[in-house]
């Protein structure tokens, strides 16, 4: 451990440097102006790669954004870990709510600002420099090969194909995955569960042009007052969820595992002076917790219509657009879920309206067993490398891929993330403490050692 932390303290200006420069490129896959950009960091990826230790890398071309592809093969005998992350970052906008701008970090207070610092080139880089630090001191104790995609944050649509098409490539015992968070600095945990998605946009189309409200308001129907009411439709009074059929597949968890999910140290108050709301909203007859780890929730992500620059302009708009996401609890089905939002929209839509909804896109939860080697060795690296246990936690995020790759390699996946909910990844001034980071490329050759030795 000792020779670990001396080569992080001896590099640590020279990774945070290595990290500014991949952040630098605004590589945003929701924008197709985007692309050059894309390719730039998966070449930046590939470059470190071989320059950390790998005997082959290559960027290789998808149906939709490249996958670097890399490896490093010690001994065909020994166990393989397949370490996957994404060079992909979501928009930035809106910009002015940065308090300095998004592609070019800055370190304030002992954190990392900047779009990506977490979410997911942070937590990514951490697994490169781990990898350099291996193969730099002779202690790399298995075989190692490395997925690293852009596409995750518009649901990976060309990953499970390219998965399916290079099944020997990603031949592995394990896949090893920091995206996720943990409780805090001195709570450490390990993320055992995921949502899946079910991401839609829908467009409400009432009169052929827009209208001028004195002459037309009261007289026709207005899109953008007609779809609040139908969003608002959506959830009850007790917050739950009113599409037939959307509860059918929930699993509902035990009393014996709520009460061991209560263990986890939460703070109701300080999660709200965190967010500074004066109270929560949820489901009725579950905990906050549990709202976003073992139950299913409904959120408008934007909704917009009608006229919204600056001034007036009395309109009654033609058209009024919402985006709308469901989470997912394990063994709901997106594609499932998807036709009963579209019916069920369709069927609410009112008359004198018309509708158009479209899948932007989704995946099904995930669960990790902790009773399997690589749980025991995440949790005995965590042990040693924070002082103490991990508490196992599920996430009421998404990563969608993470399932198909079960499906499709027929590999599990260890969600060993060193993110923090005050990360305010997906938002302005996203960030991610030097803590955090370092602390990571401590830990992640511990995984290693151990889990080797958890499959012997």
């Given at each position: 451990?000792?020779?670990?932390?001396?080569?992080?303290?001896?590099?640590?200006?020279?990774?945070?440097?290595?990290?500014f420069?991949?952040?630098?490129?605004?590589?945003?896959?929701?924008?197709?102006?985007?692309?050059?950009?894309?390719?730039?960091?998966a070449?930046?990826i590939?470059?470190?790669?071989?320059?950390?230790?790998?005997?082959?890398?290559?960027?290789?071309?998808?149906?939709?954004?490249?996958?670097?592809?890399?490896?490093?093969?010690?001994?065909?005998?020994?166990?393989?870990?397949?370490?996957?992350?994404?060079y992909?970052?979501?928009?930035?906008e809106?910009?002015?709510?940065?308090?300095?701008?998004?592609?070019?970090?800055?370190?304030?207070?002992?954190?990392?600002?900047?779009?990506?610092?977490?979410d997911?080139?942070?937590?990514?880089?951490?697994?490169?420099?781990?990898?350099?630090m291996?193969?730099?001191?002779?202690?790399?104790?298995?075989?190692?090969?490395f997925?690293?995609?852009?596409?995750?944050e518009?649901?990976?649509?060309?990953?499970?194909?390219?998965?399916?098409?290079?099944?020997?490539?990603?031949?592995?015992?394990?896949?090893?995955?920091?995206?996720?968070?943990?409780?805090?600095?001195?709570?450490?945990?390990?993320?055992?569960g995921?949502?899946?998605?079910?991401?839609?946009?829908?467009?409400?189309?009432?009169?052929?042009?827009?209208?001028?409200?004195?002459?037309?308001?009261?007289?026709?129907?207005?899109?953008?007052?007609?779809?609040?009411?139908?969003?608002?439709?959506?959830?009850?009074?007790?917050?739950?969820?009113?599409?037939?059929?959307?509860?059918?597949?929930?699993?509902?968890?035990?009393?014996?595992?709520?009460?061991?999910?209560?263990?986890?140290?939460?703070?109701?108050?300080?999660?709200?002076?965190?967010?500074?709301?004066?109270?929560?909203?949820?489901?009725?007859?579950?905990?906050t917790?549990?709202?976003?780890?073992?139950?299913?929730?409904?959120?408008?992500?934007?909704?917009?219509?009608g006229?919204?620059?600056?001034?007036?302009?009395?309109?009654?708009?033609?058209?009024?657009?919402?985006?709308?996401?469901?989470?997912?609890?394990?063994?709901?089905?997106?594609?499932?879920?998807?036709?009963?939002?579209?019916?069920?929209?369709?069927?609410?839509?009112?008359?004198?309206?018309?509708?158009?909804?479209?899948?932007?896109?989704?995946?099904?939860?995930?669960?990790?067993?902790?009773?399997?080697?690589?749980?025991?060795?995440?949790?005995?690296?965590?042990?040693e490398?924070?002082?103490?246990?991990p508490?196992?936690?599920?996430?009421?995020?998404?990563?969608?891929?993470?399932?198909?790759?079960?499906?499709?390699?027929?590999?599990?996946?260890?969600?060993m993330?060193?993110?923090?909910?005050?990360?305010?990844?997906?938002?302005?001034?996203?960030?991610?403490?030097?803590f955090?980071?370092?602390?990571?490329?401590?830990?992640?050759?511990?995984?290693?050692?151990?889990?080797?030795?958890?499959?012997?």
């Amino acid at each position: 451990m000792n020779a670990i932390k001396d080569y992080v303290e001896t590099h640590k200006e020279r990774f945070l440097e290595e990290l500014f420069d991949l952040i630098r490129i605004p590589s945003v896959s929701s924008k197709p102006e985007a692309r050059r950009d894309m390719v730039r960091a998966a070449d930046y990826i590939r470059e470190s790669l071989l320059r950390a230790g790998a005997d082959h890398a290559e960027v290789k071309e998808t149906t939709g954004f490249p996958v670097v592809y890399g490896y490093k093969m010690i001994d065909q005998s020994l166990p393989t870990v397949l370490v996957y992350g994404h060079y992909d970052v979501q928009p930035a906008e809106p910009l002015d709510l940065w308090d300095s701008p998004p592609f070019e970090p800055v370190v304030r207070d002992g954190k990392i600002y900047a779009r990506g610092a977490d979410d997911d080139k942070g937590q990514l880089f951490m697994h490169l420099k781990a990898f350099e630090m291996m193969n730099a001191t002779g202690t790399l104790p298995c075989n190692v090969k490395f997925m690293i995609e852009g596409e995750e944050e518009i649901g990976s649509p060309s990953l499970k194909q390219f998965c399916k098409e290079n099944k020997q490539l990603l031949k592995a015992d394990i896949i090893l995955i920091s995206d996720t968070t943990m409780i805090a600095q001195d709570i450490p945990s390990i993320t055992v569960g995921l949502r899946g998605l079910s991401y839609l946009e829908v467009e409400l189309t009432g009169p052929n042009r827009d209208l001028h409200s004195g002459l037309y308001g009261g007289a026709v129907g207005n899109p953008a007052n007609l779809l609040a009411k139908m969003v608002a439709s959506l959830t009850d009074e007790n917050n739950r969820i009113t599409i037939p059929g959307f509860y059918d597949d929930v699993l509902e968890v035990s009393d014996k595992e709520r009460a061991e999910m209560a263990k986890a140290p939460f703070s109701l108050e300080e999660y709200k002076k965190a967010l500074n709301i004066d109270e929560v909203v949820g489901e009725s007859g579950y905990t906050t917790s549990e709202r976003t780890g073992i139950r299913p929730s409904l959120d408008v992500n934007g909704i917009w219509s009608g006229y919204t620059g600056e001034g007036a302009k009395t309109i009654l708009p033609s058209k009024a657009y919402a985006k709308i996401s469901m989470r997912l609890v394990p063994n709901q089905d997106s594609g499932k879920i998807d036709q009963l939002f579209i019916r069920h929209l369709e069927q609410i839509a009112p008359a004198g309206t018309k509708i158009k909804i479209r899948s932007l896109h989704g995946g099904q939860g995930y669960v990790t067993p902790i009773e399997f080697p690589a749980y025991r060795a995440a949790s005995r690296a965590i042990k040693e490398s924070f002082g103490k246990a991990p508490i196992p936690v599920r996430s009421g995020g998404s990563i969608p891929i993470v399932s198909d790759f079960e499906e499709v390699l027929g590999i599990k996946s260890i969600l060993m993330g060193f993110g923090l909910d005050s990360d305010a990844i997906h938002s302005p001034n996203e960030n991610y403490p030097l803590f955090n980071f370092y602390k990571g490329i401590e830990t992640i050759p511990l995984f290693y050692s151990y889990f080797v030795e958890e499959m012997s």
